[in-house]
């Protein structure tokens, strides 16, 4: 079992930058690919990036260039840096654990660029 915990959301102007945190405690940490997801009212969640337990990570083509999501598995954390923030960004973005067909989810942290 994993539980995950998000924070760092909140409002920002575009072109401003966010950091989001997730903790995780619970077991096995290293072991699991950790990803950042989000999701906006009536559509579907959608992957943002991941990062494996080796380090490699991966991210879809709207955020790359202006995302960079990392782990330290020492303090059981993954991050997320998020720069150059778009309006269309706002979302509420989740943190996910994965291992095979395993899946872990954090409640989520809002994220709103507006001006």
């Known amino acids: 079992q994993v539980q995950l915990e998000e924070s760092g959301g909140g409002l920002v102007q575009p072109g401003g930058s966010l950091r989001l945190s997730c903790a995780a405690s619970g077991s096995d940490f290293n072991i699991y690919r950790m990803g950042w997801y989000r999701q906006t009212p009536g559509k579907p969640r959608e992957l943002v990036a991941t990062?494996?337990?080796?380090?490699?990570?991966n991210y879809v083509d709207f955020v790359k260039g202006r995302f960079t999501i990392s782990r330290d598995n020492l303090k059981r954390t993954v991050y997320l840096q998020m720069n150059s923030l778009k309006p269309e960004d706002t979302a509420v973005y989740y943190c996910n654990a994965n291992r095979v067909w395993v899946n872990y989810w954090g409640q989520g942290t809002q994220v709103t660029v507006s001006s």
């Open positions: 990062v494996s337990s080796a380090g490699n990570t």
